[in-house]
């Protein structure tokens, strides 16, 4: 289950790349369960990161794949 808490700092893995981010479910969504299709979250990383949209990313946390998900679009 994906829940958005201020605190909650999920891992993203990105081909070889780890990063830490935020990720916010669109409104409406306070959290995403197993099977749900959620369009419209935001992800925000903590470093500079290359992406091209189209690239496949998964969410973890405390070492458990809690989310896969595709970039649609990069905002600056």
């Known amino acids: 289950m994906i829940e958005t808490f201020k ?8 081909r070889t790349l780890n990063i830490t981010g935020t ?8 959290r995403a369960m197993p099977g749900d299709l959620i369009y419209g979250a935001t992800v925000h990383f903590y470093h500079p990161v290359a992406l091209e949209v189209g690239l496949p990313f998964a969410v973890r946390q405390s070492e458990q794949t809690i989310g896969a998900e595709m970039i649609t679009e990069v905002l600056n």
């Not at 605190?7 to 990105?14: A, D, G, I």
């Not at 916010?24 to 306070?30: A, I, M, R």
């Open 7 to 14: 605190r909650h700092k999920p891992q993203f893995f990105f």
């Open 23 to 30: 990720l916010s479910l669109p409104e409406g969504h306070d």
